[in-house]
Nanobody, 123 residues
Framework: VQLQACGGGLVQAGGSLRLSCEAS????????VAWFRQAPGKEREFVAG????????YYADSVKGRFTITRDAGKNTVYLQMNSLKPEDTAVYYC?????????????????WGHGTQVTVSS
């Protein structure tokens, strides 16, 4: 599986961005997908995840109510809609695929990673 993440950029606090993660490979449709982020000097952290059916969604407490993860099976793409952005959301965002149906928040349990996309939120 190859992953291509895009959609990052510079936005003011309170603004919105939508990240996309497009995948190639047949296993994508049968896999759980998650977004992680990593700020300078910090560990990579789980942001949101979606199981293969798109029914079960998981969010970090810090983004609940502001971020929404969805997937379009026909386009082999997972999206992360980010609203009400805060300066503390500034990080490099990565999408990751886990060969299995269950979303987990542990980065080392994901099998494939895309290149990150930078999100910068100014105050």
């Amino acid at each position: 599986v190859q992953l291509q993440a895009c959609g990052g950029g510079l936005v003011q606090a309170g603004g919105s961005l939508r990240l996309s993660c497009e995948a190639s490979g047949r296993t994508f449709s049968s896999s759980a997908v998650a977004w992680f982020r990593q700020a300078p000097g910090k560990e990579r952290e789980f942001v949101a995840g979606i199981n293969r059916s798109g029914i079960s969604l998981y969010y970090a407490d810090s983004v609940k109510g502001r971020f929404t993860i969805t997937r379009d099976a026909g386009k082999n793409t997972v999206y992360l809609q980010m609203n009400s952005l805060k300066p503390e959301d500034t990080a490099v965002y990565y999408c990751a695929v886990r060969q299995g149906t269950v979303v987990v928040s542990t980065a080392r349990l994901y099998d494939f990673w895309g290149h990150g996309t930078q999100v910068t939120v100014s105050s």
